[in-house]
Structures are given as C-alpha cells and as structure tokens.
C-alpha cells in the first residue's frame, strides 16, 4: 500500500503558484520523497525528490516539514500544461509505489 | 540521449495467448523496472531488474514474469492472459545513483 495521503483533486489558476501537500507520517529515515507527474496516457515524468532539506530544480520546489512527515511541492508559476496527475512517493525509486494521486487542474 | 524505449506502443491479444513486451533503459542504465497501470488499481510495480537479475518483486502472479539481458535491455513476459490482463505497462530505467526513475510511454495491451 501507498504510504502517502494526498487530496484527490485540486485547481489552480494558470499563472498562480501552485502548492501540491502530501502526508507521509510512517516515513523512514533513510526513504526519500519523490514527486512524478503523468499526463494523460503518457508515462510518469519525474519532478524532485528530496530526504530532508528542500529542494529546487527548474520545474519545481519541494518543501519538507522538519519531521518529514509531510510535503509540499509548488509549481512556482503553473501553465495549462502542468494540468496532470502528481504523485508524492516516500519510498525507494527502485520500488515505486504509487497511490491515487492529486489530479491538479490548471484553469485559464 | 535518448529515452527509455518500449515497444511495441499498443497490442491486442485473446484471451489465453502470451505476450512478450521489450524495454530498452537509456544507455548506461542498469536498473529497469516494470509497471503496470489500470484505472481501477493504479500503477503498480510488477519487478525490478539489476544487472540481469530479478532485485525486487512485486504481488502479481506467476504468469508475469521478466528478464534482462547483458545490454540492460528488459522484457517481461505474460501468459495464459486474461481480460483483466488489459492494461497499461510501464518500463522504467534507473539513473546510476538510484534516485530518479526515468518512464517509457508505455504499452497498451488490450486482451479480447
């Protein structure tokens, strides 16, 4: 099972920043939190990942509590393009498992 | 370089036929991993393979099954397919690190 609890679905409007939570109490301290994204009927695409300290790359943020038991990514600047479904994973990238997702809708 | 590469991008068997699906990491890769994804349950992992051999499993039946050759290059292997068999399989290559893993686009199988 999934060890990660996000909201099923949100909205955004195209421009603004978009902030993605995700709740992963049962982590260990050795896993890493990983975000991917998948448009419809194409293969996950990574985002980040990050073990304690937050991360910035050029598509987006990861903020981690200092518990880690939860994150936030943000889409700094959110495009039609970013409407996807982004996963939060809190386990090995050899192993990924996947839950529901939060289906983000970006709206013009 | 290029991407990961899985082929063939849609197939239609019958029911009780095998079928054979390939994957090719990008180059330098080592690790492939294998997916599937279906609209009632999600993508999830089938098998991971590292240097040709099976690292991690995951909870499918016997009929899924895989192996990689020496060049990384996977493939993995249903038999006896079933209509729930239908789905959405998903190869992914892991970067040298371990950290980040890179997705085909996938193979459409339809069982009929």
């Known amino acids: 099972d999934a060890k990660t609890t996000q909201p099923p679905s949100m909205d955004c409007a195209e421009g603004r920043a978009a902030n993605l939570p995700c709740n992963h109490s049962?982590?260990?301290?050795?896993?890493?939190v990983y975000w991917y994204r998948q448009i419809h009927s194409q293969g996950p695409q990574y985002i980040i990942h990050?073990?304690?300290n937050n991360e910035t790359n050029e598509m987006a943020s990861l903020i981690i509590t200092e518990d880690r038991k939860s994150s936030t990514l943000i889409l700094p600047h959110a495009t039609l393009r970013d409407t996807a479904v982004y996963y939060c994973?809190?386990?090995?990238?050899?192993?990924?498992?996947f839950g529901q997702g939060t289906r983000l809708t970006i709206n013009p | 370089k290029a991407g990961v590469t899985q082929t063939p991008r849609y197939l239609i068997k019958t029911r009780g036929q095998q079928v054979t699906l390939s994957c090719s990491p990008i180059?330098?890769?080592?690790?492939v991993s294998w997916y599937q994804q279906t609209p009632g349950q999600g993508l999830q992992f089938l098998f991971e393979y590292f240097s040709e051999t099976q690292r991690n499993k995951g909870n499918f039946p016997g009929r899924f099954s895989g192996r990689q050759f020496s060049n990384s290059r996977s493939e993995m292997n249903v038999s006896t397919l079933e209509l729930g068999d239908s789905a959405l399989y998903l190869c992914a290559s892991l970067n040298l690190g371990g950290t980040e893993a890179f997705f085909g686009q996938g193979t459409r199988l339809t069982v009929v």
């Open positions: 180059s330098g890769h080592r690790s």
């Open positions: 994973i809190s386990q090995g990238a050899q192993k990924l498992v």
């Open positions: 990050g073990l304690k």
């Open positions: 049962t982590i260990s301290g050795n896993e890493y």
